[in-house]
């Protein structure tokens, strides 16, 4: 029993890390601290994403799901929780590529905007 709770709570938190890598820059906009957090998981989330690698949470989960008594499942996190409900064909080298630039694209966005307001701010009167 503890062994499947342990493997639901990795899975949480992998959730919850996939959700901040792909839009945690939207925080930084109301909290710029955030950002000195989301960049390097961000980079790490789009460099599985390109070099087609597994996350280390991934086989964690497996082993504690395996030590439960779970059956485990083939493949990694994405494209056995995400990849069903987005992309029902499967995971391939071009949906990788195709994620990670979605993440690098909506950082690009979301950081532009971060730049552009601390320059407006820097600029201001009030900050001098």
């Known amino acids: 029993m503890a062994y499947r709770i342990l493997a639901d709570l990795v899975l949480g938190v992998h959730a919850l890390f996939v959700v901040f890598v792909v839009a945690g820059g939207l ?18 989330g789009t460099l599985i994403e390109f070099g087609g690698w597994i996350c280390p949470l991934t086989p964690l989960e497996k082993s504690l799901r395996a030590s439960a008594g779970q059956a485990g499942y083939e493949g990694g996190f994405i494209e056995h929780y995400l990849l069903p409900v987005l992309y029902p064909a499967g995971l391939s080298q071009g949906v990788q590529i195709v994620l990670g630039s979605l993440v690098i694209a909506v950082n690009l966005v979301v950081y532009g905007m971060l730049l552009r307001r601390a320059a407006r701010a820097g600029a201001s009167p009030e900050s001098a």
């Open 27 to 44: 925080l930084a906009l109301r909290w710029p601290w955030v950002a000195a957090v989301h960049l390097p998981a961000a980079v790490w």
